[in-house]
């Protein structure tokens, strides 16, 4: 299949927008979101939805770092989900490409928060000369470096990409095609154990089991497993304030200190 | 006091600071100053109101607060919103008091923020989200979408409230979020469990062979317990992030590279 022109076109736009929303909503840039509206504009959601899901599970445990860079799994999302449908090879070969190209893309971030020191500066000017109606623009205009960050690599990597990915997927050997696919299947892994090692995941070890098991030997679907896991919540939620109404010592478990403490992800 | 500035801020004010927020608060998110210019930008309209006839003092809350901050952004919208009050009720005389205050709060409401919001909220509607998209349905994505318009929502109403309850109600929302995060934790943590087994896709497609004799290894390890094999990866995955010298992005490239080997070992599939 080859790529057309209008799915450039909005595959960029969107990918613009997409990362101005990460400041607003969060919304349209988690991977598995992003891997289904870049499936709707492609015409395959199921891949879409595939590689976008995979992707975010690796990303799980990495969205906690607030302004430290972590792997561009929205950029991984678009692109793997383009090119397994232009490739013909599936959502498996899609994550195997994704990964390498979300690591690449790590920097992306870097580019637009340093293009905004020189906005921050121009802001500092406009007060300077009390020229309080150039605040608003300046302040908004941040939305163009960020925009340009995904927009632009998407855009080239989309245009180049389409003859560069149709050779490597004809030359690949097989035994890589194979272990990328396996890949895709385990690196949900590193998202999982990323957060295991961000929560207070040992003074909570029970509920973690409780999950564990409702799944693999019950096969609760998710939704199901996430109601049981609600009713435990409210368990603990009026136990906790129960405990703060009677005075006896802080809530302050394990919680507070743990988070904070962090995990010391990327550099 | 001044009198005369007393109420200039209507309701529409605060619901259009408390967009103007949402919108602009990390639009210029920078190295320098974080997240600074946006807490102007969305206080701009406040700021006109209560020192728009006299320049100097303008001016310098202008720069006030231009300077660095940073904090989740759902609470950013709460700090604005106490910041307005003060303001609006002493003036010019309340810069220190601002400047202490939004330092206090920021570092307070960050850690909770993040933990709840970014975590927590991420790990619950990404896990049902991814979960189901593995199985080729959108409708946690919907899901997703829906519940984050619906937190946008209420992150609008946090700056009203913080208008009309001021300092007292950090305080007392202190407690109620300790006890709401380790509530929310508990379910974050059950939901990761059931991932495990879920979303991770590992067996042993190997197929031991002697005079006839077939051992399906896989069927083997179901039988000591379903799950077993992703569960040892979340543990070996666990234990590197856990060594020095090895990041998130390094244990990526070590997993990446170790699946195509053990799968070109017919180990892994």
Known sequence: MQLEFFQILLLTIFSFWAINDSLISNTLTQPVIAGFITGLIMGDTTIGLMVGGTLQLMQLGIAAFGGASIPDYFTGAVIGTVFAIISGEGAEFGIGLAVPVSLLMLQLDVVARLGNVFLLHRVDAAIEKMQDKKIPGLVLAGSIFWGLSRALPIFLMLVVGDSVVITITENIPMWLMNGLKTAGGVLPVVGVAILLRYMPTKSYLPYLLIGFFLAAYLNIPMLGISMIGLVASLFVYNSDNNKSVNGQGNVQTATQGTFEGGFDGDE | ?269
């Open chain 2, 1 to 269: 006091m001044n009198k005369t500035v007393d109420n200039k801020i209507t309701k529409k004010d605060l619901t259009k600071m408390s967009w103007r927020y949402i919108l602009g608060s990390q639009l210029n998110w920078n190295y320098e100053r974080m997240m600074s210019s946006g807490y102007l930008y969305a206080i701009l309209p406040a700021l006109k109101k209560i020192y728009g006839d006299k320049p100097e003092q303008y001016k310098d809350m202008m720069e006030t607060h231009n300077q660095f901050f940073n904090t989740n952004a759902n609470f950013g919208n709460l700090i604005l919103g106490i910041d307005i009050a003060i303001e609006e009720q002493d003036g010019y005389e309340s810069k220190e008091t601002i400047v202490a205050l939004k330092t206090a709060l920021m570092g307070s409401l960050a850690g909770v923020g993040d933990s709840l919001f970014h975590v927590i909220w991420g790990t619950i509607f990404g896990s049902i989200a991814a979960s189901l998209a593995q199985q080729g349905s959108s409708a946690g994505v919907i899901m997703w979408i829906v519940a984050n318009m619906i937190l946008m929502y209420g992150r609008s109403l946090l700056l009203p409230l913080g208008y009309r309850q001021g300092v007292k109600l950090v305080t007392t929302l202190k407690d109620k979020l300790t006890s709401f995060t380790n509530a929310a934790t508990v379910l974050g943590i059950t939901v990761i469990g059931a991932l495990i087994p879920t979303v991770v896709r590992a067996t042993v497609p190997y197929v031991y062979e002697n005079q006839g004799v077939e051992l399906v290894l896989q069927d083997t390890v179901d039988a000591i317990m379903p799950g077993l094999v992703p569960a040892a990866l979340v543990g070996l995955t666990y234990w590197m992030l856990g060594r020095k010298g090895l990041n998130s992005t390094r244990v990526i490239w070590i997993i990446l590279i170790l699946s195509i080997v053990l799968r070109s070992l017919n180990i892994l599939a």
